[in-house]
């Protein structure tokens, strides 16, 4: 799996006012809800929980949203 840059992802969100503290914050959110979830069904991750939550933004599995 190719780890996307924070460049990368702050170019999938140009124009919309999504500023880079946000989208890391979404990101760390999303990664905590990944490790969570993976110990709760005792499953062992392969990849780090960053590099799956920047998969899922990269992929619009998620959506960041500025508030």
Do not use: C, F, H, W
Not at 54 to 66: F, P, Q
Request: glycine share 4%; no cysteine.
């Amino acid at each position: 799996m190719k780890k996307p840059t924070l460049t990368s992802l702050l170019e999938k969100y140009e124009g919309t006012g999504i500023t880079r503290y946000s989208l890391v914050i979404g990101i760390a959110k999303r990664a905590r809800e990944i490790q969570s979830e993976a110990e709760a069904e005792k499953i062992q991750l392969t990849e780090r929980p960053v590099i799956l939550a920047s998969d899922d933004v990269i992929n619009e599995r998620v959506v960041i949203k500025e508030q």
